[in-house]
């Protein structure tokens, strides 16, 4: 099983545990993921009870460098999405891949290696 889920494959998940077509699904999808970028262009926190919270982080200003060139390089200030998982998620999330593993199966990180 590959590693990555796509947005399509998550359409046909959801469409085949709810009855809706694909294109229904797709629209849903859609406009929830557009409701949180639009959300968070406006600087705001989105959370999600059981799953997680959406967030924008800001990143100071700073010198970098070129690691080609060695040369310094001004960063200006920067904002940045951030997802931190809930800890019922997290909790869901290790208990489940130790099951899996336990069971005989592999972790995905084991299958990319």
Do not use: C, H, W
């Amino acid at each position: 099983m590959p590693s990555n889920v796509t947005k399509a494959e998550l359409v046909d998940y959801i469409a085949s545990k709810t009855g809706l077509t694909k294109l229904e699904v797709k629209a849903v999808v859609e406009g929830f993921l557009d409701g949180i970028k639009q959300a968070m262009f406006q600087g705001r926190r989105i959370e999600i009870r059981g799953f997680g919270v959406f967030s924008v982080k800001a990143r100071r200003a700073r010198m970098a460098r070129n690691p080609r060139t060695g040369e310094q390089v001004p960063l200006g200030e920067r904002y940045i999405p951030a997802f931190r998982p809930s800890d019922e998620f997290i909790s869901e999330v290790d208990s489940t891949i130790k099951e899996r593993i336990s069971s005989g199966g592999q972790s995905s990180e084991s299958q990319d290696n």
